[in-house]
């Protein structure tokens, strides 16, 4: 497994990580013990950066990824998360960047992890009623006792990523990436290369939906979020599927999956971009890890960029309350 560099302050991690939410919510049933092995599966194949958060279980996931790196912790770049508010049993009380809640955040991850130090620690969501520099000071805090090593932000705008690098160093940038979200080309990109920082790209296979595997609403799981999702409904789920059916076509011609075909397009997107596919299965794991090994000619993307250009994809991301959250 190769390596890339996370922004400039020193942070390296495997080209390829694990996004650890669905072993624990949002996506159908969990089984622990085959999520635990795909963690172990994913270290004996040299991808060390493990993303979770406090907000995926709710705080259950943190507690899973303890349990899997307890032995193995210098292996791991352990990426974690904070600012979606939720209560013990699931429900949802909005987002927070108060000081007070970034430190309490931390001291309660650090626990569920079994952990003394974080690696990456990113503010999930920006909080619009509290000024970033006081969300990014109260981060800083926790680099300077030791606490966490590197600040990361999340869905947040290039004029707030500005603000917050004024303050402390940012090393990561998370924010939706694939063929069908190729929102961060318009400024977000530029804005972190400028900045010196590192790019992590979440659901590079469009939460699941560019691996051609799901060719119904009926194929998820009765209480999957995707339902929830404006991509997965109606009309906008038919234009989509043909999008990814043509995707599946070139695919197929290189002898290789819708899955791999656009994982290794987002890889030639950058040497500072990261994906992080998530998956709770070895299998699936497997098969995202070979997209490493694909080399994409000029045609392969020329056609690539033909059937999916920047917007291509029918209807929002999230549900339009959710988006409110984003990009601020």
């Known amino acids: 497994m190769k390596t890339r560099k996370l922004g400039n302050q020193g942070l390296v991690v495997s080209e390829l ?3 650890c939410m669905g072993m624990s919510e949002f996506y159908g049933e969990q089984d622990e ?5 795909t963690i172990h599966h994913a270290l004996d194949l040299g991808v060390n950066f493990l993303d979770t958060a406090d907000m995926y279980g709710p705080f259950t996931n943190e507690k899973l990824v303890g349990r899997a790196i307890k032995d193995r912790r210098d292996q791991v770049v352990l990426a974690t998360k904070f600012g979606n508010v939720r209560t013990e049993d699931g429900g949802w009380l909005g987002v927070s960047g108060k000081p007070d809640y970034v430190r309490s955040c931390c001291d309660a991850s650090l626990q569920r992890l ?16 509290v000024p970033i520099e006081e969300t990014i000071g109260a981060m800083a805090e926790l680099v300077q006792q030791g606490k966490v090593r590197y600040l990361g932000m999340s869905e947040a705008a290039p004029a707030t990523i500005r ?16 063929l069908w979200s190729r929102e961060p080309e318009d400024e977000i990109l530029s804005t972190v290369r400028d900045l010196g920082i590192g790019f992590v790209a979440y659901s590079p296979l469009g939460r699941g939906f560019l691996s051609g595997a799901i060719t119904s609403p009926e194929d998820l799981a009765p209480d999957d979020y995707r339902h929830n999702s404006p991509r997965f409904q109606g009309e906008n789920f038919h234009k989509n599927l043909q999008l990814v059916e043509l995707l599946v076509a070139i695919a ?3 002898g290789v999956t819708a899955s791999q075909l656009a994982l290794a397009w987002l890889l030639t997107q950058g040497e500072d971009i990261v994906p ?5 299965r070895r299998k699936y794991l497997s098969e995202n890890i070979a997209a490493t090994e694909i080399t994409l000619s000029p045609d392969d993307l020329r056609r690539i960029e033909e059937v999916s250009p920047k917007g291509v994809a029918a209807g929002g991301r999230y549900p339009e309350q959710s988006m409110s959250a984003v990009n601020r």
């Open 163 to 178: 603000r917050a690098t004024a303050v402390h160093p940012i090393t990561a940038l998370q924010t939706e990436y694939s």
């Open 114 to 129: 079994g952990v003394d130090v974080i690696d990456l620690y990113y503010q999930h969501r920006v909080d619009p009623t």
């Open 252 to 254: 197929t011609e290189k």
């Open 33 to 37: 013990a085959e999520a635990i092995a």
């Open 17 to 19: 990580g694990l996004g």
């Open 276 to 280: 992080i596919p998530g998956t709770k």
